[in-house]
């Protein structure tokens, strides 16, 4: 029966402990097994593992049942430290920092070893919550954008359970209303509950015991995001999500949830039927997308790069650009030239300025979508920019297609045009002409430090969701 070391170590503990209570030495318990001193020693440091008989024997000796001597239990609070401090020191992670071994020694105050096992645990903690460093969220998000290219930004398994859920739902066309969608979370067993107090680092949360999904208050202006937050947590439950074993797992069950609530939003026949007319037409346009399916111009956008490809054949971009010209979210499969880091990520890059995604924000008239045809190194592209504004600051939300494709969307009658040259940086990041002689050394600016866009994420068994405040919160409302 081969034994895992770890268990060794438990196992010549416990026996340790029994010899202990019946104020043996090594040589006496050895006599009495037929071993010497210096080979029982080793069995009680778990570096030799005994045969069965030799347990027998040992039990015997001991007067303890064998199954008492297996137990996985340490016998007490000080030979469980001992255990947890001779496992962490095995640990490649200590290895790694070419520390020597410290040998436990019956003399050792308890303090001396609480202290080192504290500090192994507070080593553990800190390499498990590096993994999710902005770095590892970034390369994580880049996958997942080649990912999604590769398909086309479309998933049909996930449009076709939508669909299904939809039409059980009793609904027909038009908006999904908040009505449908609790219809919706009863045909799943769960009932949506609205209330002021949900955890800040969450956006729902699910009580799979009493079945009842917690949404922020229903008063709150702009209902269709609380639709799509419902959508979303039963998402998690249709699509059989377990608890994420990585950050990119995590990104991979958003975008999931995040699809699944748009699908439900706007519906794939009736979406697929509104585009395909709009094309036959010529007035292709997230607006009316948007007004038509009563969801926000993000929305809508994001929606019509899922159905662009497949289903208009159409290659487009969409792009979410905040007003310093970081791009927040990005999608292209129409070869608009995104910025990128070394890495391939693009979160947090800075736009061109010449294109409409930041030069919409200098227009003027900002009701209506901003049209802009732009040449870039690769070809010219058109473009639709609709500007707003959060509580964070301004905002912009892009969709545009290659020139050749402009003629099914409205405003490709535009004569808004503009030359970018990125990444070229003389395009319009280094000063030039006049101007830049004049201040060149001239000129010093104190920088605005930037918010990450992928900011550090707590550790948790949910990136970024506090799991103290989540069961805090669940406890409160269960009796209810
Ligand atoms: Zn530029």
């Excluded at 074993?245 to 939003?265: D, K, M, P, V």
């Excluded at 049209?371 to 892009?398: H, K, L, M, R």
């Amino acid at each position: 029966m081969p034994t895992p070391a770890s268990d060794l170590v438990t196992l010549g503990h416990r026996i340790r402990h029994f010899r202990s209570e019946r104020a043996l030495t090594l040589d006496q318990l050895g006599e009495q097994v037929g071993l010497a001193a210096s080979q029982l020693s080793l069995i009680e440091n778990g570096r030799r593992e005994p045969k069965l008989s030799v347990l027998q024997q040992l039990a015997q000796a001991l007067g303890v049942p064998l199954a008492d001597l297996l137990s996985g239990e340490a016998p007490n609070t000080r030979a469980a430290l001992e255990i947890e401090l001779a496992r962490a020191q095995k640990n490649p992670l200590y290895g790694a920092l070419g520390l020597p071994q410290v040998k436990v020694t019956k003399g050792m105050p308890l303090p001396a070893i609480e202290s080192l096992v504290g500090l192994h645990r507070e080593l553990a903690r800190r390499a498990s919550e590096a993994i999710a460093t902005p770095e590892e969220a970034r390369r994580a998000n880049t996958e997942l954008r080649e990912r999604m290219r590769e398909r086309g930004n479309y998933m049909p398994d996930i449009e076709k359970l939508a669909e299904e859920r939809v039409r059980a739902s009793g609904h027909v066309s038009g908006a999904l209303t908040h009505r449908e969608v609790s219809v919706m979370a009863e045909q799943l067993g769960f009932t949506l509950i609205y209330v002021n107090d949900l955890p800040h680092s969450t956006r729902s949360v699910t009580d799979l015991a009493n079945h009842r999904i917690y949404l922020p208050p229903a008063s709150i202006p702009g209902g269709h995001g609380l639709r799509s937050m419902a959508l979303q947590a039963m998402g998690h439950r249709l699509l059989g999500h377990e608890r994420p074993a990585s950050y990119a797992e995590f990104l991979w069950q958003r975008l999931e949830i995040n699809y699944f609530a748009a699908c439900c939003l706007m519906p794939l026949e009736a979406t697929r039927t509104f585009l395909q007319n709009a094309k036959r037409e010529r007035v292709l346009s997230v607006e009316d997308l948007r007004d038509a399916f009563g969801v926000t111009h993000e929305a809508a956008a994001l929606r019509l790069t899922n159905l662009a490809t497949t289903h208009l054949d159409m290659t487009v971009h969409f792009l979410r650009v905040t007003g310093d010209g970081a791009l927040q979210k990005g999608y292209e499969n129409d070869g608009l030239p995104l910025p990128a880091d070394v890495t391939g990520s693009i979160e947090g890059q800075l736009v061109c300025k010449q294109w409409s995604a930041r030069s919409a924000f200098t227009h003027t008239n900002r009701t209506t979508e901003f049209y802009q045809y732009t040449d870039t190194p690769a070809g010219t592209f058109w473009c639709a920019t609709q500007t707003g504004s959060t509580s964070d600051g301004e905002f912009s939300i892009s969709v545009g297609a290659p020139f050749a494709q402009a003629k099914w969307f409205r405003g490709r009658e535009t004569t808004q045009r503009a030359v970018s040259r990125c990444p070229d940086e003389s395009c319009c990041r280094r000063p030039s002409g006049a101007v830049a002689a004049r201040w060149d050394g001239q000129a010093w600016p104190s920088a605005r430090l930037h918010a990450h866009v992928l900011s550090p994420l707590p550790s948790g068994t949910f990136p970024g969701v506090d799991d103290t405040e989540v069961y805090r919160f669940l406890e409160e409302h269960a009796d209810q």
